[in-house]
């Protein structure tokens, strides 16, 4: 069964906390004070078989005891018997029938490990992995390709990141199993949540894969031409090139509060400042706020109208990085089927 009708899984919502697989109509769903529960028919079919099973040993025990006259019943039986019981037990992979996969746990497994201070760099993974995608050849995308990656110049601190969550998979597979597209996935959904931005569901269901090519996300030094051709290739208009820019309202780049998820960003950008490097920082490098590729944003008139839009409408920025990270962590992910 292919996945692509399972709901997707709010961050916040317990109600629609967990999807199963279904396998030969084994499984089927009840509601029992508010939660979902599952309920397996292959335990009442298998009960039916058992049953049909023992009436036809005890009428075949009784035939035999009324001797010959009797045996060509007992035959007709067994050739029933043998027609029916394979509709009566369909062949089930049970271990698929009874996976089941609880969002809640994975949240819950998330929360134990993360704070405001690390939000920005679980948000950083996901774009990192998730950033790989590129429509042409479909390679890429969400698939958690990222923990073999980063010895990648561009991938540096991404393993102090990697360490908190393999905390909190450690925990969750030892309830149920959750892939590392998954995990990271959630995880920055519920980085954006624990800093005060929208609440962002996401679908479950991601098949882990190796590293992808090298080379596939955007340089620090790319104009805003650029960076829109980069995004393109990707799937991603210019709009939401500036949406999931605004990520960077949190972290150490200098836009407002570094924990606080809000439309900070955008306001700085429209000062029309350029990077601070006159100033210099304790490293002896030079403080700046933003990356190039930041600023290069204000200097594209379609980009630039994006900025103002979402420095004015803290609400409309909200809504549209919500829907612009689901296409993100979906983006050339490949999802388990049953």
Same mark, same amino acid.
């Given at each position: 069964?292919?996945?692509?009708?399972?709901?997707?899984?709010?961050?916040?919502?317990?109600? *629609?906390?967990?999807?199963?697989?279904?396998?030969?109509?084994?499984?089927?769903?009840?509601?029992?004070?508010?939660?979902?529960?599952?309920?397996?028919?292959?335990?009442?079919?298998?009960?039916?078989?058992?049953?049909?099973?023992?009436?036809?040993?005890?009428?075949?025990?009784?035939? *035999?005891?009324?001797?010959?006259?009797?045996?060509?019943?007992?035959?007709?039986?067994?050739?029933?018997?043998?027609?029916?019981?394979?509709?009566?037990?369909?062949?089930?992979?049970?271990?698929?029938?009874?996976?089941?996969?609880?969002?809640?746990?994975?949240?819950?497994?998330?929360?134990?490990?993360?704070?405001?201070?690390?939000?920005?760099?679980?948000?950083?993974?996901?774009?990192?992995?998730?950033?790989?995608?590129?429509?042409?050849?479909?390679?890429?995308?969400?698939?958690?390709?990222?923990?073999?990656?980063?010895?990648?110049?561009?991938?540096?601190?991404?393993?102090?990141?990697?360490?908190?969550?393999?905390?909190?998979?450690?925990?969750?597979?030892?309830?149920?199993?959750?892939?590392?597209?998954?995990?990271?996935?959630?995880?920055?959904?519920?980085?954006?949540?624990?800093?005060?931005?929208?609440?962002?569901?996401?679908?479950?269901?991601?098949?882990?894969?190796?590293?992808?090519?090298?080379?596939?996300?955007?340089?620090?030094?790319?104009?805003?031409?650029?960076?829109?051709?980069?995004?393109?290739?990707?799937?991603?208009?210019?709009?939401?090139?500036?949406?999931?820019?605004?990520?960077?309202?949190?972290?150490?780049?200098?836009?407002?509060?570094?924990?606080?998820?809000?439309?900070?960003?955008?306001?700085?950008?429209?000062?029309?400042?350029?990077?601070?490097?006159?100033?210099?920082?304790?490293?002896?490098?030079?403080?700046?706020?933003?990356?190039?590729?930041?600023?290069?944003?204000?200097?594209?008139?379609?980009?630039?109208?994006?900025?103002?839009?979402?420095?004015?409408?803290?609400?409309?920025?909200?809504?549209?990085?919500?829907?612009?990270?689901?296409?993100?962590?979906?983006?050339?992910? *490949?999802?388990?089927?049953?």
């Amino acid at each position: 069964m292919e996945l692509n009708s399972i709901p997707y899984i709010a961050s916040w919502s317990s109600s *629609s906390s967990c999807f199963y697989y279904s396998y030969s109509r084994c499984a089927c769903r009840g509601t029992r004070d508010g939660k979902l529960v599952t309920k397996a028919s292959a335990a009442g079919r298998k009960r039916a078989a058992d049953s049909v099973c023992s009436q036809l040993s005890e009428q075949g025990t009784e035939d *035999s005891i009324s001797g010959p006259r009797s045996s060509w019943r007992i035959r007709r039986r067994d050739l029933a018997s043998a027609i029916l019981l394979p509709f009566l037990i369909p062949r089930v992979n049970i271990s698929i029938a009874a996976e089941i996969y609880d969002a809640s746990i994975i949240r819950s497994g998330v929360r134990s490990v993360l704070t405001k201070g690390k939000a920005a760099g679980v948000l950083r993974l996901v774009f990192h992995d998730a950033g790989t995608f590129e429509i042409g050849d479909g390679s890429g995308g969400m698939n958690g390709s990222i923990i073999y990656e980063v010895d990648r110049p561009e991938n540096i601190g991404l393993n102090r990141s990697i360490k908190i969550l393999r905390k909190a998979k450690e925990g969750i597979d030892n309830v149920q199993k959750v892939s590392w597209a998954d995990l990271i996935a959630v995880a920055g959904a519920e980085a954006v949540a624990l800093c005060g931005g929208p609440e962002i569901p996401v679908r479950l269901g991601r098949v882990d894969s190796s590293a992808d090519p090298s080379g596939k996300l955007p340089e620090e030094t790319l104009d805003a031409a650029s960076l829109k051709t980069l995004f393109s290739k990707k799937g991603f208009s210019a709009q939401e090139l500036v949406v999931l820019s605004g990520a960077h309202t949190i972290g150490g780049k200098g836009f407002g509060s570094p924990v606080v998820f809000d439309n900070t960003y955008f306001k700085v950008l429209l000062d029309n400042r350029p990077p601070q490097t006159s100033s210099k920082a304790g490293n002896g490098m030079a403080a700046m706020v933003g990356l190039r590729t930041d600023w290069a944003l204000t200097e594209d008139d379609e980009c630039l109208r994006w900025i103002r839009i979402y420095a004015e409408d803290q609400a409309r920025f909200f809504d549209d990085f919500r829907d612009t990270y689901i296409k993100l962590v979906d983006s050339g992910a *490949s999802w388990r089927t049953a």
